[in-house]
């Protein structure tokens, strides 16, 4: 038999057979011995074991289309993060360590504003400017006034889309405006996996048909950024790019260098400072993480 992992907790995945049967399955022991972990987004060949209860165990891996470190997650096709305008104020450095983490990872990103009927004048739009500069596509929503959510739906029509963002910001009454029928399949599957109706605690897959699935993450508050150089940072600015030709020295990493042409564009507004700032200081806490 054939499904797709939809959530993975205590050594247990739940396996969606794709005809409405959420199966509880094991992974075999073959699994450690290769070093795979079985992840949320797997398509995988099982073995039901148990028809009464719907169990069984996971016998094989299909091949991957790719696989996230964080968050935990396979076959993605973007990612949509969701941060609020207003109440509370963004975090753009917790933003930007999101984007380096997918630039690293090569998963295009959709940046989400939400509460956007609460925003103080023009920030929406200064935000707009930061981040399309960057090359980002930046969205706003309210799901109070229930505007930019059709918009958005179309953005996710027909791909796995990674839903990520801090709490706080909107992202289950966006989920639940964008998708009515997760809630749904949160309530019909939440007795097996012991899930709260509208509490993420783990990496879960919605399938929303017409080939559009759906991953809910937990809120995150802080994000570290692992294996990574301090020297490669500069490479998931996609901003930079276009001025790295104008600096003096090659292999030239914008910091404390002379006759800089990334320094020389944030001087001139091309690139906005607020994006070069969280570079200086993730690029400084990933060099003081190398020294120790």
């Known amino acids: 038999m054939r499904g797709k992992i939809i959530k993975g907790i205590a050594g247990f995945y739940y396996v969606d057979d794709g005809q409405g049967l959420v199966v509880q399955c094991r992974a075999k022991g073959v699994f450690r011995n290769r070093k795979i972990k079985p992840l949320v987004g797997d398509n995988v060949e099982f073995d039901l074991t148990d ?4 169990e069984g165990n996971v016998t094989e891996i299909l091949p991957r289309k790719n696989a996230l ?46 509460k956007a009927d609460l925003q103080n004048e023009g920030r929406g739009e200064e935000y707009r400017r930061i981040y399309e500069t960057a090359g980002y596509e930046v969205m706003f929503t309210s799901t109070y006034e229930e505007t930019g959510i059709e918009q958005v739906r179309e953005k996710l029509a027909g791909k796995t889309t990674v839903f990520a963002g801090p709490s706080g ?9 964008l998708f009515p029928e997760a809630a749904m399949a949160t309530g019909s599957i939440s007795e097996k996996i012991q899930r709260g109706r509208h509490t993420t605690r783990h990496t879960e ?75 200086r200081l993730i690029y400084q806490e990933l060099k003081d993480k190398r020294r120790y």
């Open 51 to 54: 028809e009464k209860d719907l």
């Open 69 to 114: 470190i964080r968050p935990a997650a396979a076959n993605v096709d973007q990612a949509l993060v969701v941060f609020a305008v207003s109440h509370p104020e963004p975090n753009l450095n917790l933003l930007d360590r999101f984007l380096v983490m997918m630039e690293a990872q090569q998963v295009p990103v959709i940046i989400c504003f939400n």
């Open 169 to 177: 910001v909107g992202k289950s009454s966006l989920t639940n405006k």
């Open 205 to 279: 897959l919605f399938s929303l048909g017409n080939h559009t699935y759906m991953m809910d993450t937990p809120g995150f508050s802080s994000m570290y950024i692992e294996n990574m150089e301090a020297s490669e940072l500069k490479n998931y600015f996609p901003e930079f790019a276009r001025w790295e030709d104008q600096c003096r020295f090659l292999g030239c990493v914008h910091i404390g260098e002379r006759d800089c042409g990334v320094k020389d564009a944030v001087q001139r507004g091309e690139i906005p400072e607020s994006r070069y700032e969280n570079y």
